[in-house]
C-alpha cells in the first residue's frame, strides 16, 4: 500500500525499514503479520486501511527498548508513577507511543492510541484500537490453543473478538501468577462482563 503522506512522511518501504532496525528478524515477521491482518481487518470493518497499516507496522517499535529508558521516560514525561511497577510488557505499548511520535513524528492521535492500548485494551476502544489490539493476537505466525477460534470471531464480530481475547489473556496471566495492569481488568469488565450484565443486570 501507498502511504498519502497525511500521518507519516516516510512511505511504507521506509517507514518498514525504521522499524526494523529496530527488532530481531522473528518480532518483524510478527509486525508484518500484524499489518497484513490489520489491513485486512480494516477493509472489512470500514476503518482506514492506511492508519491500519501505519499502526501495525509501528504498534511494536519500542518493545526491545531498555527498561532504563522507559523508567526515565516515565519519571520525566508525567506518567501515572505506578507504571513503574509494571514492565516491558505494559510499557511498549503505553509509553511506547511516544516513542513513534518523537522519533518517526507520526502525531496522528488515533494510531497513538491504538499502539498505546494494543497490549491491555481499554473499556473505550475505536475500531482502529480493536483492530490492532486483534490482529496483534491472531495474526498469521501466532500459534497457541485458541488463536483458530479468536480468528473465526474476528471475521464475524471484532467485539466478540475483543472480548475473547481479553478474557484468554487475562486467565493465561493468572495461570502464570503474573501482575495484572489494571487498564486489563477495565477491559474485562467492560468487553467481557459488560454486555451480559446490561441483559442481565
Ligand atoms: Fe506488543
Ligand atoms: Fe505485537
Request: glycine letters at 6%.
Amino acid at each position: 500500500m501507498d502511504f498519502s503522506g497525511e500521518y507519516t512522511t516516510f512511505k511504507r518501504e521506509e517507514l518498514m525499514q525504521k522499524v526494523q532496525m529496530h527488532m530481531s528478524e522473528r518480532r518483524f515477521k510478527h509486525v508484518l503479520g500484524v499489518e497484513e491482518t490489520a489491513i485486512a481487518l480494516a477493509a472489512k470493518y470500514g476503518a482506514s486501511e492506511e492508519k491500519a497499516s501505519i499502526a501495525a507496522l509501528t504498534h511494536d517499535y519500542a518493545k526491545e527498548r531498555p527498561n532504563e529508558e522507559f523508567e526515565m521516560i516515565i519519571l520525566r514525561d508525567g506518567y501515572d508513577q505506578d507504571l513503574l511497577n509494571y514492565g516491558n510488557a505494559i510499557w511498549h505499548g503505553l509509553v511506547g507511543a511516544s516513542m513513534v511520535q518523537r522519533e518517526l513524528g507520526i502525531n496522528d492521535e488515533e494510531i497513538l492510541e491504538a499502539i498505546r492500548l494494543h497490549t491491555t485494551g481499554g473499556a473505550k476502544m475505536s475500531l482502529l484500537d480493536k483492530i490492532i489490539y486483534v490482529a496483534d493476537y491472531i495474526e498469521p505466525g501466532r500459534d497457541f490453543p485458541g488463536v483458530k477460534e479468536a480468528r473465526e470471531l474476528a471475521l464475524v464480530d471484532l467485539d466478540e473478538a475483543v472480548a475473547y481475547e481479553t478474557k484468554h489473556t487475562l486467565q493465561h496471566l493468572i495461570e502464570k501468577e503474573q501482575k495484572i495492569y489494571p487498564k486489563t481488568i477495565e477491559t474485562y469488565n467492560y468487553w467481557v462482563v459488560g454486555k451480559a450484565a446490561q441483559i442481565n443486570p
